[in-house]
């Protein structure tokens, strides 16, 4: 579950929030400042985010993967160069962004403002990235690490529980094909929440019969939970004894 803030109205509570006090504002400014913001200042010398957004995403992707090099010594290439995707992925960040209030504090033009640019999965991966790359101009590569290692350990279990879903996933394919010969299907059954924090509830069946059913923040999450509960299913159900 991820953590309730306050929602800041200013730069100094958003700091508040992040725990992050920049040096240099200007640089927090520009994370939070859309494209379209820019495109509507005719003249203006400022900068939109994503010269920032470039830099943090390339900083993120080596933290994350330097945090998960660390956390599952016995996982392979495959396994971890998953989990990155799965924690990188502009769903994933845009829930990350929303929660820390991002949304609400950044730049837009009145267009994009009026379509609910606040509240778009893009605009909000856009904006956090563009604060990671913030953070290293003004603080450097070692407070963007204690920063972002923080936010990983607040959310290890649900990393590991979407690690054990994958695991449950593959496990029920090998299961199935081994001892029926057959492939299990995956449905979405329905989705809910927000657009920045959409869940999706999906349906493994097997041989036309709904064996397990899960939910998540993206469809493959989804499909992950509802393999576990398909394995939990046909054990309790002696399917295969």
């Known amino acids: 579950m991820s953590p309730h803030f306050q929602r800041p109205s200013n730069l100094d509570e958003l700091q508040d929030v992040l725990g992050l006090h920049f040096s240099w504002p200007a640089l927090l400014i520009q994370a939070l400042t859309h494209p379209s913001y820019v495109n509507e200042q005719p003249g203006s010398d400022e900068d939109d985010n994503q010269r920032l957004e470039f830099l943090g995403d390339a900083i993120l992707s080596f933290i994350v993967g330097d945090w998960l090099y660390n956390h599952y010594p016995a996982s392979r290439e495959g396994e971890l160069t998953s989990l990155r995707?799965?924690?990188?992925?502009?769903?994933?960040?845009?829930?990350?962004?929303?929660?820390?209030?991002?949304?609400?504090?950044?730049?837009?033009?009145?267009?994009?403002?009026a379509n609910g640019g606040s509240e778009r999965p893009a605009n909000l991966c856009a904006a956090f990235e563009a604060l990671i790359g913030a953070v290293y101009l003004?603080?450097?590569?070692?407070?963007?690490?204690k920063w972002l290692w923080m936010l990983l350990d607040s959310h290890a279990d649900q990393i590991e529980a979407h690690r054990l879903a994958r695991d449950s996933k593959s496990t029920l394919q090998e299961l199935?094909?081994?001892?029926?010969?057959?492939?299990?299907?995956?449905?979405?059954?329905?989705?809910?929440?927000?657009?920045?924090?959409?869940?999706?509830?999906?349906?493994?069946?097997?041989?036309?019969?709904?064996?397990?059913?899960?939910?998540?923040?993206?469809?493959?999450?989804?499909?992950?939970?509802?393999?576990?509960?398909?394995?939990?299913?046909?054990?309790?159900?002696?399917?295969?004894?």
């Open 85 to 113: 995707a799965s924690i990188v992925r502009t769903e994933s960040l845009a829930e990350v962004a929303g929660w820390l209030g991002l949304g609400e504090m950044m730049r837009f033009g009145r267009g994009e403002k």
């Open 138 to 145: 003004d603080s450097g590569i070692e407070h963007v690490r």
């Open 176 to 241: 199935v094909q081994f001892k029926l010969k057959v492939t299990p299907v995956y449905s979405i059954l329905r989705t809910s929440g927000p657009d920045h924090a959409k869940r999706f509830t999906a349906v493994v069946s097997i041989n036309g019969a709904v064996w397990g059913q899960g939910s998540g923040y993206s469809k493959q999450a989804a499909e992950q939970a509802a393999a576990a509960a398909a394995l939990i299913y046909q054990e309790e159900q002696g399917i295969f004894q």
